[in-house]
């Protein structure tokens, strides 16, 4: 017999797609269902600019500005998420946004603090291969022994 395991906590990770986007709705309306609580997980990756940008304006005077404009971004992209679960559930959910490799902080994230189901969108942002699984996607099932769902 399988033992039936509540699910208290939903973590979302969204990254401004709009396989994201669907996460949010998906993850929204499963913790109404279930009676669990809500985060919204937005990860500024820790990558370097391209080669080509680092080309046309030294590194020094972009990078406190590429850090402002990927934060703000990720707050707009956050803001809309909420706006999404507002329109689904009336409880409130959290936010966050975290720097580094994204599927490194979004289990970093689930594991310190104790998500149940981890949601995200099958592929993102900068997917544009013919993968099935979107690299994000895939690191983070094999990074983690948390319940992940993935939403097309």
Not at 1 to 9: A, E, G, P, T
Not at 16 to 28: P, T
Not at 59 to 78: A, C, H, M, V, Y
Request: proline share 2%; charged share 25%; aromatic share 2%.
């Amino acid at each position: 017999m399988v033992s039936k395991s509540k699910i208290n906590s939903i973590l979302v990770a969204v990254d401004g797609s709009e396989n994201g986007y669907r996460a949010v709705a998906m993850a929204a309306e499963l913790a109404s269902k279930l009676g669990a609580s809500l985060a919204l997980l937005h990860v500024i990756s820790d990558k370097p600019l391209p080669k080509e940008l680092q080309d046309m304006i030294e590194f020094e005077q972009i990078n406190d500005s590429r850090n402002d404009i990927l934060k703000n971004s990720g707050e707009l992209i956050l803001d809309k998420a909420v706006h999404i679960v507002k329109l689904r559930i009336q409880a409130d959910s959290s936010r966050q946004i975290e720097q580094g490799d994204p599927a490194d902080a979004i289990v970093q994230y689930a594991e310190d603090n104790q998500v149940d189901l981890i949601v995200l969108g099958r592929r993102g942002l900068n997917e544009d291969n013919a993968m099935l699984l979107g690299s994000v996607s895939r690191k983070v099932t094999n990074l983690t022994t948390i319940n992940c769902l993935m939403v097309k």
